[in-house]
């Protein structure tokens, strides 16, 4: 009986402090759920900034609210990284994406955020390997493969872009919405005087990157400045992991201009690079050819038709190949060989030409039957069979809606 009164009165404590935990416990929740509506409120009128009220900086703020609270939220990380980037903070934008971790949800968007900021920033070597990444992990990504496409067009490996998205096609043949972007990819070529600018700012700010040093060496080059195109083919045979289609060209270059042992310094380097990798057909056409011409202009006639039979076996489609060749048969005294080829040459550089101003009109949004068909056309003239008849289906289904 003396143990009843001590124990009735833990017993009570007990009690109460059960319910005081359960209480409180229900109110945090409370609390919580509270916290987590205003959070998903507060993004919500963030995004409206972004998108409608273009007020950066006001998204910035709300955005950095949530993370006070919720330091690990995703969505709010890629909403501070989007304010960052709109006002042109591009590291802390990158900063903030690179948080997001790619187990999360939000990776996609995150990664997307952060390439976008380091092309803008000019950085385009890591771009170009988180996009590669992005895409290994999320294969139907189609904006991150779209802005992979741009990075390889400004950086003047048009090849590559095409690549990209014809895979993307064959993935899924029966979406024809997106031919149209291979037939922009197949015929785009940046030359002009504001790309050359914008790669020489990108390559003063981030010197010494591969992909920038050669695409604005080849820039020099087409538009004739001499002194400046050597000068940033010979920094790139210096650099690590050049792209070897860049060193093709640098070895091109030097040909034409005399070099021939630079010439053949960057073709070393050239197949050094490629090691056991497996290289895209155009990529090794492109240094047959630049050892053609290596070959040629050392006057060993024979060595130069076989690598060129070897190039035009790897890449048909391409018209120059076909002119050098007719250059080199002429010489071995093979005529009917020559016209050949310069018969050869004429028909696909006048489709490649036709290809170009057709793209212009698709570009434009005249994507007509009659557009369609032409593509084909000169698709088939090209040796394309695969896209010639999947433009002729395209010009089908239009044609069919008109009905």
Same mark, same amino acid.
């Given at each position: 009986?003396?143990?009843?009164?001590?124990? #009735?009165?833990?017993?009570?404590?007990?009690?109460?402090?059960?319910?005081?935990?359960?209480?409180? #416990?229900?109110?945090?929740?409370?609390?919580?759920?509270?916290?987590?509506?205003?959070?998903?409120?507060?993004?919500?009128?963030?995004?409206?900034?972004?998108?409608?009220?273009?007020?950066?900086?006001?998204?910035?703020?709300?955005?950095?609210?949530?993370?006070?609270?919720?330091?690990?939220?995703?969505?709010?990380?890629?909403?501070?990284?989007?304010?960052?980037?709109?006002?042109?903070?591009?590291?802390?934008?990158?900063?903030?994406?690179?948080?997001?971790?790619? #187990?999360?949800?939000?990776?996609?968007?995150?990664?997307?955020?952060?390439?976008?900021?380091?092309?803008?920033?000019?950085?385009?070597?890591?771009?170009?390997?988180?996009?590669?990444?992005?895409?290994?992990?999320?294969?139907?990504?189609?904006?991150?493969?779209?802005?992979?496409?741009?990075?390889?067009?400004?950086?003047?490996?048009?090849?590559?872009?095409?690549?990209?998205?014809?895979?993307?096609?064959?993935?899924?043949?029966?979406?024809?919405?997106?031919?149209?972007?291979?037939?922009?990819?197949?015929?785009?070529?940046?030359?002009?005087?504001?790309?050359?600018?914008?790669?020489?700012?990108?390559?003063?700010?981030?010197?010494?990157?591969?992909?920038?040093?050669?695409?604005?060496?080849?820039?020099?080059?087409?538009?004739?400045?001499?002194?400046?195109?050597?000068?940033?083919?010979?920094?790139?045979?210096?650099?690590?992991?050049?792209?070897?289609?860049?060193?093709?060209?640098?070895?091109?270059?030097?040909?034409?201009?005399?070099?021939?042992?630079?010439?053949?310094?960057?073709?070393?380097?050239?197949?050094? #690079?490629?090691?056991?990798?497996?290289?895209?057909?155009?990529?090794?056409?492109?240094?047959?050819?630049?050892?053609?011409?290596?070959?040629?202009?050392?006057?060993?006639?024979?060595?130069?038709?076989?690598?060129?039979?070897?190039?035009?076996?790897?890449?048909?489609?391409?018209?120059?190949?076909?002119?050098?060749?007719?250059? *080199?048969?002429?010489?071995?005294?093979?005529?009917?060989?020559?016209?050949?080829?310069?018969?050869?040459?004429?028909?696909?550089?006048?489709?490649?030409?036709?290809?170009?101003?057709?793209?212009?009109?698709?570009?434009?949004?005249?994507?007509?039957?009659?557009?369609?068909?032409?593509?084909?056309?000169?698709?088939?003239?090209?040796?394309?069979?695969?896209?010639?008849?999947?433009?002729?289906?395209?010009? *089908?289904?239009?044609?069919?809606?008109?009905?």
């Amino acid at each position: 009986m003396t143990d009843s009164k001590p124990t #009735s009165r833990t017993r009570r404590t007990v009690t109460r402090t059960i319910l005081f935990l359960a209480v409180g #416990s229900l109110i945090g929740f409370g609390v919580y759920g509270y916290l987590v509506r205003r959070n998903v409120r507060i993004l919500k009128k963030a995004d409206r900034y972004l998108t409608i009220g273009e007020n950066p900086g006001a998204a910035e703020e709300l955005a950095r609210q949530v993370l006070f609270l919720e330091p690990e939220n995703h969505e709010a990380i890629v909403v501070l990284g989007t304010a960052l980037n709109q006002q042109k903070k591009f590291d802390e934008a990158i900063n903030a994406f690179q948080r997001v971790p790619r #187990s999360s949800e939000s990776y996609p968007e995150a990664g997307y955020g952060a390439a976008a900021c380091l092309m803008f920033d000019g950085r385009y070597v890591e771009a170009e390997s988180l996009l590669t990444t992005l895409l290994e992990l999320h294969s139907s990504f189609d904006s991150a493969r779209e802005l992979l496409r741009t990075l390889y067009i400004r950086t003047y490996r048009v090849r590559e872009a095409l690549e990209l998205v014809s895979k993307r096609y064959r993935q899924i043949p029966d979406d024809l919405t997106y031919l149209p972007l291979v037939l922009k990819t197949a015929t785009e070529f940046p030359s002009g005087l504001g790309i050359e600018n914008e790669l020489a700012t990108y390559n003063r700010r981030f010197p010494r990157q591969p992909a920038i040093v050669g695409a604005l060496a080849r820039a020099y080059w087409l538009k004739g400045k001499t002194e400046e195109a050597d000068g940033h083919f010979r920094e790139l045979v210096q650099l690590a992991n050049p792209v070897p289609v860049n060193l093709a060209w640098a070895a091109q270059f030097w040909v034409e201009t005399g070099d021939l042992a630079r010439a053949e310094t960057a073709l070393d380097r050239a197949e050094a #690079s490629l090691g056991n990798a497996v290289v895209p057909p155009y990529q090794m056409s492109a240094i047959r050819s630049s050892q053609a011409a290596l070959a040629y202009a050392k006057h060993d006639y024979e060595q130069t038709q076989e690598l060129l039979d070897e190039a035009i076996a790897l890449c048909p489609d391409e018209p120059s190949y076909y002119s050098k060749r007719a250059v *080199v048969r002429r010489r071995l005294g093979d005529q009917p060989g020559a016209r050949e080829d310069n018969a050869t040459g004429m028909r696909l550089g006048a489709s490649v030409e036709e290809l170009r101003r057709l793209a212009s009109r698709v570009n434009n949004g005249d994507v007509s039957p009659e557009v369609c068909e032409n593509v084909s056309k000169q698709l088939a003239e090209l040796g394309d069979r695969e896209f010639s008849t999947a433009w002729r289906r395209l010009a *089908v289904v239009l044609a069919g809606r008109r009905l």
